[in-house]
């Protein structure tokens, strides 16, 4: 299947500091999607993007749909606790599944 | 709105022992359908996914199996767990606007003993 590659594998940062992780892809996709998955729950959507270049927030969380449509990448400002968890892309071809990422896990320190 | 419905939340089975996990899912009919596993702390991995009833595709060869008897039912199967099968299993259901993505359920902790 097709794979997605997520940077970094893991992060480990202090409260307050801002975030940014990234996702490519092997192929072109023309929907890139974010989500979080908090400790022993499923994935959550967080923001959806359907075109290249698109710049959307949701509040502290900013996501950015790459030029080469190959690559999605998310922000976070201002980290708080809560913000702990696995952070996935997914991205899809028309008429395709979604494909996941392998995550980026985040752990804040307060 | 969607929502789905997993369980048990955990299951502590032996090995050789049968399995049996159910998805229900509410909203759109005829929803597509998935089963995703986590091992811990990594990636999702698809199992298999449906577009219909009776309809199933899978994804890598295992010691799993799926059905689906009813448009908003899904189960996951075995017949004889193996230590490998351990790990954290999502039921997906694809959004009623199919670009918003999945919506997942709150997942089974399956720990083989």
């Known amino acids: 299947g097709q794979q997605l590659n997520q940077s970094p594998q893991s992060m480990f940062i202090q409260e307050g500091e801002d975030v940014s992780m990234n996702c490519t892809s092997s192929?072109?996709?023309?929907?890139w999607l974010w989500y979080k998955q908090d400790p022993g729950e499923g994935p959550v959507l967080l923001i959806a993007l359907y075109k290249a270049g698109e710049l959307t927030s949701n509040g502290r969380l900013t996501a950015q749909f790459g030029i080469t449509r190959k690559d999605s990448f998310l922000n976070i400002s201002a980290s708080i606790p809560s913000d702990v968890g696995i952070y996935f892309c997914?991205?899809?071809?028309?008429?395709?599944?979604?494909?996941f990422g392998t995550g980026t896990s985040l752990t804040v320190i307060p | 709105s969607q929502t789905i419905h997993q369980w048990p939340a955990t299951l502590v089975q032996p090995v050789g022992s049968p399995l049996s996990l159910e998805c229900t899912v509410e909203?759109?009919?005829?929803?597509?359908l998935y089963w995703y596993r986590q091992a811990a702390g990594r990636g999702l991995q698809l199992l298999f996914y449906s577009v219909g009833i009776g309809q199933i595709s899978s994804e890598v060869p295992q010691n799993l199996s799926a059905s689906r008897p009813q448009d908003r039912q899904f189960i996951l199967s075995s017949k004889k767990l193996l230590l490998s099968d351990s790990g954290f299993y999502l039921c997906?259901?694809?959004?009623?606007?199919?670009?918003?993505?999945?919506?997942f359920g709150s997942g089974t902790r399956l720990t083989v003993v």
């Open positions: 997914a991205g899809r071809r028309a008429g395709n599944q979604f494909y």
């Open positions: 192929s072109i996709f023309n929907t």
């Open positions: 909203g759109t009919s005829n929803p597509n």
């Open positions: 997906a259901q694809e959004h009623d606007r199919a670009l918003k993505g999945y919506t």
